[in-house]
């Protein structure tokens, strides 16, 4: 019997899906693998983020690795430092460190005909049978082109870059946006500003969840003492999660009383008509990604609060003008304003098969196989990326099943089953179709705006159930794939 091929494999990211990954690799044998990581730490979204009021509005029971489910969480719903301090603590529980290689920016990933190269941005150069891109999602801040805002003298701060430096207590701040960033940065900010504008283009739906619950101390005791009910919790979790999935993914009778509660949540803590009239979406509760906040309508109620629903019309050199002419004096300007997440791996030069760029390829829009492997691109997978289901199925276990599957084929090819294996456009434009044919009747799209949507009008979600994941990535189908070689 021939002795296993060594495998070399470069994953791209160490935020949670390239965690996932290399932790799934490494229990499957696999250790020629090298992580690169443009930050200066390892935990992705959780590293780049760190605004005051930064909290994750999944609980934590299910925001955490099924194989690393960590006893004792300080909340229910966890702070942001905390989390990064967990994705930092499993990557050296399992000894990924060696692995990882920080500040190092990918900058170009070629296939070659039989290997990829791969480039940093210091100009290292890595070889590699395998290309796994674990790049996220929510990773370009976007910045809004509004005019003037350059000429500010005051402070600007992007959510996802923020300044630990800058000072808010006691000054004027803007905040401009109201996703689940803007909610809860102007909750964390309000209470010791002089004064706070939020600038609402589109209101949200904001749940009211009780964000700051403790985990019981002895909930955590007893757990960190019986590690297999700690796990039989996690998976408790994730079955429960599936009443979610179909609460988003077609109409029921739980979408309808979850749309229901967000209504209560507005019409019983907002009791002033003019200030409900200006919170009120004109769309469904979680058409876009839901807002949950305990804090956010009693900050914005506030007497140095004030919602400003006037669309920004410019900055100037100490103000925000809006278009009623009213100019918002303020001395920061907190921008909320999202990301441009359908920016998978770019601005990489990722060229595959007979150079080919992604963004050629992709010049419709992102499309992938069942998440992870795109025509023209040999030997190359994605953990999160095109239509992963941020918005339905927790993400921690989408990275996990995904990089399993990904495994899977890895094991064939160390088998020496093949040496090259691209998948089919005739697959591909399947499995796009189901897709479409199934964001039909989810919430999603039920007429608003929002970042799941791509430029050319796709919705970038998976429309499906968390079994029909799984059996979707619990075996290669070879027919859906060209395999050459060995
Ligand atoms: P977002 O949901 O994309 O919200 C961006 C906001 O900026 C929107 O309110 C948008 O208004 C506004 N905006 C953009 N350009 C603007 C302009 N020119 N003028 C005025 N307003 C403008 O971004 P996000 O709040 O950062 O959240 C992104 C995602 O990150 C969330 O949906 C969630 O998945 C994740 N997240 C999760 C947590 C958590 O607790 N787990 C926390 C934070 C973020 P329009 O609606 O009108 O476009």
Redesign the pocket.
């Known amino acids: 019997m021939n002795s296993p091929r060594t495998t070399r494999i470069i994953v791209i990211g160490a935020g949670v899906s390239g965690i996932a990954t290399a932790i799934t690799l490494q229990r499957a044998g696999f250790h020629k693998v090298t992580v690169l990581e443009k930050g200066s730490d390892v935990g992705g979204v959780w590293h780049w983020n760190h605004y005051p009021g930064?909290?994750?509005?999944?609980p934590s029971t299910l925001y955490q690795f099924g194989f690393a489910p960590k006893p004792d969480w300080s909340r229910i719903f966890a702070p942001g430092p905390e989390i990064q301090r967990y994705l930092a603590d499993v990557v050296d529980e399992y000894g990924l460190r060696p692995w990882i290689r920080l500040n190092s920016e990918v900058v170009s990933a070629e296939f070659d005909g039989r290997t990829w190269q791969v480039r940093t941005g210091d100009g290292a150069e890595f070889e590699a049978e395998f290309v796994i891109a674990a790049t996220g999602v929510?990773h370009h801040p976007?910045t809004?082109p509004?005019e003037g805002l350059d000429t500010f003298a005051g402070d600007v701060v992007h959510?996802?870059r923020w300044d630990d430096d800058l000072v808010t207590d006691g000054r004027r701040i803007a905040v401009?946006?109201?996703?689940?960033?803007?909610v809860?940065v102007v909750s964390a900010l309000q209470p010791k500003a002089a004064r706070l504008a939020h600038?609402?283009?589109?209101p949200?739906w904001v749940i009211w969840a009780p964000m700051w619950l403790p985990q019981p101390k002895l909930l955590g005791a007893v757990l960190q003492r019986l590690p297999r009910a700690n796990r039989a919790l996690y998976q408790a979790g994730l079955q429960a999660s599936r009443l979610f999935t179909d609460v988003v993914t077609r109409p029921s009778w739980r979408r309808k009383a979850v749309q229901a509660y967000a209504r209560l949540s507005l019409r019983t803590q907002i009791l002033d008509p003019a200030l409900r009239t200006e919170l009120t979406p004109d769309y469904q509760p979680l058409c876009?990604?839901q807002v949950l906040s305990g804090t956010y309508y009693r900050a914005v109620k506030a007497r140095n609060a004030e919602l400003v629903t006037a669309p920004?019309e410019r900055v100037t050199a100490n103000a925000v003008v809006t278009a009623d002419g009213r100019e918002h004096e303020v001395d920061v300007i907190v921008l909320?304003?999202?990301?441009r997440p359908h920016d998978y791996m770019r601005p990489i030069n990722l060229r595959g098969r007979d150079g080919l760029s992604i963004d050629d390829a992709w010049a419709k829009g992102p499309h992938a196989y069942r998440m992870t492997a795109i025509p023209g691109f040999p030997n190359l997978f994605t953990v999160l990326g095109p239509n992963s289901p941020?918005g339905s199925i927790p993400l921690h276990d989408a990275a996990e099943v995904t990089a399993r599957y990904i495994v899977g084929w890895l094991e064939r090819y160390r088998a020496g089953e093949f040496d090259i294996v691209e998948v089919t456009e005739a697959a591909t434009a399947r499995f796009n179709a189901e897709v479409a044919s199934a964001l039909g009747p989810t919430v999603w799209n039920t007429g608003c705006?929002?970042?799941y949507f791509t430029e050319e009008g796709f919705i970038d979600l998976l429309p499906f159930d968390r079994a029909t994941m799984l059996t979707m990535l619990s075996g290669q189908e070879d027919g859906d794939f060209v395999l050459t070689g060995a």
């Open positions: 930064l909290t994750c509005d999944v929510l976007f809004p509004i959510t996802a401009i946006g109201t996703g689940s960033t803007g809860q600038f609402v283009r589109t949200q876009k990604r920004i909320a304003t999202g990301f941020t705006n929002s970042w």
